[in-house]
């Protein structure tokens, strides 16, 4: 596959900025840990499928585990290495018994470039139990218009990438039954974030 970026992609992305951009703004100013209300973020979120190295992968998957979504690409420059180092420090905080009723995923905002064996490689070296997930740009684009991910390519001439992805730093933490429990900012420390996986998990 040639990696261009091209109009009809970029469109796309675009389009999808567009379209979230009101939703990420409303996000960006909720709670991130709501209490006393089992789905504090009605609307927001559901179920996807998308492909992984080892095969397809659904959110329905990981029914009675905290999942935490963080959305990004492997040619990040800043955010996703940061946010994931973060992450991997957290869930290295876990015993065995925490560890095995959370599950990372790591969402593609890239999937011309992002394969599934690339976004596995990428993934396993913040933590082993996180998986990198991708898809096509229309599966992309729907689950993050499902998720208020705000995102947009942007061309880069003279660069080898040729383009990045500019996006949203948000973690979505969700709980055992899949609604959104939780937000947590991009930037927040390792403590912060461990004590909102803590909290949700005990709910």
Same mark, same amino acid.
């Given at each position: 596959?040639?990696?261009?970026?091209?109009?009809?992609?970029?469109?796309?992305?675009?389009?999808?900025?567009?379209?979230?951009?009101?939703?990420f703004a409303e996000v960006l100013w909720l709670d991130p840990l709501p209490a006393g209300n089992e789905h504090p973020y009605p609307g927001l979120g559901?179920?996807?499928?998308?492909?992984?190295?080892?095969?397809?992968?659904?959110?329905?998957?990981?029914?009675?585990?905290?999942?935490?979504?963080?959305?990004?690409?492997? &040619?990040? +420059?800043? @955010?996703?290495?940061? $946010?994931? *180092? %973060?992450?991997?420090?957290?869930?290295?905080?876990?015993?065995?018994?925490?560890?095995?009723?959370?599950?990372?995923?790591?969402?593609?905002?890239?999937?011309?470039?992002?394969?599934?064996?690339?976004?596995?490689?990428?993934?396993?070296? &913040?933590? +082993?139990? @996180?998986?990198?997930? $991708?898809? *096509? %740009?229309?599966?992309?684009?729907?689950?993050?218009?499902?998720?208020?991910?705000?995102?947009?390519?942007?061309?880069?001439?003279?660069?080898?990438?040729?383009?990045?992805?500019?996006?949203?730093?948000?973690?979505?933490?969700?709980?055992?039954?899949?609604?959104?429990?939780?937000?947590?900012?991009?930037?927040?420390?390792?403590?912060?974030?461990?004590?909102?996986?803590?909290?949700?998990?005990?709910?």
């Amino acid at each position: 596959m040639t990696l261009r970026w091209g109009a009809r992609t970029g469109l796309a992305l675009l389009l999808v900025a567009v379209l979230t951009q009101k939703v990420f703004a409303e996000v960006l100013w909720l709670d991130p840990l709501p209490a006393g209300n089992e789905h504090p973020y009605p609307g927001l979120g559901g179920n996807f499928t998308l492909d992984s190295a080892t095969g397809a992968a659904s959110l329905s998957d990981y029914q009675g585990k905290v999942v935490l979504l963080f959305f990004g690409y492997t &040619f990040c +420059p800043d @955010i996703c290495p940061t $946010t994931l *180092t %973060v992450l991997g420090q957290v869930l290295r905080t876990l015993d065995a018994d925490q560890l095995d009723h959370v599950q990372l995923l790591f969402i593609s905002l890239d999937p011309e470039r992002d394969l599934p064996q690339r976004m596995a490689d990428y993934s396993a070296f &913040f933590h +082993p139990t @996180i998986r990198g997930l $991708t898809g *096509t %740009v229309a599966q992309i684009a729907q689950v993050a218009k499902q998720y208020g991910v705000l995102y947009q390519a942007v061309p880069a001439p003279g660069s080898a990438l040729e383009y990045s992805v500019d996006h949203s730093g948000v973690i979505y933490v969700l709980g055992r039954g899949g609604d959104i429990s939780a937000l947590i900012q991009h930037g927040s420390s390792a403590d912060e974030v461990s004590r909102t996986i803590r909290a949700v998990l005990v709910r």
